[in-house]
């Protein structure tokens, strides 16, 4: 099973820039869909942006021209570049990995943005 390190987060004032990086571990980087997710206070969790094997990327609609998703599979890591950040973008952002239906998930970030 793969294991997930996410670091990157941090204190932003709306309208900067983030950029989340998961590293991977334990097995086969290239062959997992990847995924990050956010949950903020009281919420539950939603995905942000997803990247398969093949580099297709899909994006929630509230990050679509904001955000985007990256892969380096001979880093083993994940990125999201986060601009123009909302001070609702304020979340912790976790990193999933995806293979024949079982999810393996980071530990997670925190991102907060100050208005």
């Known amino acids: 099973q793969v294991q997930l390190v996410e670091s990157g987060g941090g204190l932003v004032q709306a309208g900067g820039s983030l950029r989340l990086s998961c590293l991977a571990s334990?097995?086969?980087?290239?062959?997992?869909?990847m995924g990050w997710f956010r949950q903020a206070p009281g919420k539950p969790r939603e995905l942000v942006a997803h990247?398969?094997?093949?580099?297709?990327?899909n994006y929630a609609d509230f990050v679509k021209g904001r955000f985007t998703i990256s892969r380096d599979n001979a880093k083993n890591t994940v990125y999201l570049q986060m601009n123009s950040l909302k001070p609702e973008d304020t979340a912790v952002y976790y990193c999933n990995a995806h293979k024949y239906m079982i999810d393996s998930w980071g530990r997670g970030t925190q991102v907060t943005v100050a208005s």
């Open positions: 990247i398969n094997t093949g580099d297709i990327t």
């Open positions: 334990g097995s086969i980087f290239r062959i997992y869909d």
